[in-house]
């Protein structure tokens, strides 16, 4: 049987992100995004309910969300569903679920390049491998996309 773990939100930061580096040089930024339900009760009001997510970008992204977003930023995210447990120094356990994100669009009308708004308002960010990551970054930052790794695999070595 398959699995699936893919989440899809738009809202907006709750926070600017704070970006921190790993042991190893890694960048991972944390910051949250808040997404509305609204819906009318039985006396006929309208009600409205926030739900605030917490996101999980690694290196690229962390860097991109750091550099160009805000609290209020308007964004698009995917990623996967992520929970950590830990003990606090009273024995107590506790757990986070958070979405790490994968892919990134933002939605503010203004752009990364100075404020120029792109043909549909938002600029697409995904993340890359390690090996593609260097050459990602001399492409133009407006539409970075994920590289499959090469593996060895030869299109001649098909038989049909």
């Given at each position: ?31 949250t995004i808040a997404t509305n339900d609204y819906w ?11 739900e605030w997510h917490s996101l999980v970008l690694w ?102």
């Amino acid at each position: 049987m398959a699995n699936l773990n893919k989440v899809m939100l738009i809202g907006r930061l709750g926070q600017d992100p704070e970006i921190r580096y790993t042991q190893s040089g890694s960048a991972v930024a944390n910051t949250t995004i808040a997404t509305n339900d609204y819906w009318t009760d039985k006396q006929g009001e309208k009600q409205e309910r926030t739900e605030w997510h917490s996101l999980v970008l690694w290196g690229r992204l962390a860097d991109l969300a750091q550099s160009y977003l805000k609290k209020g930023s308007q964004v698009y995210v995917e990623g996967r569903l992520q929970t950590r447990d830990w003990e606090d120094q009273q024995g107590q356990k506790h757990y986070k679920t958070e979405v790490v994100v994968t892919n990134m669009q933002f939605l503010d009308s203004k752009n990364i390049d100075g404020g120029i708004p792109q043909e549909g308002g938002s600029s697409n960010y995904s993340t890359t491998s390690a090996s593609t990551q260097d050459s990602a970054s001399t492409q133009d930052p407006g539409n970075i996309q994920e590289t499959p790794p090469d593996d060895g695999f030869i299109k001649d070595d098909i038989p049909f």
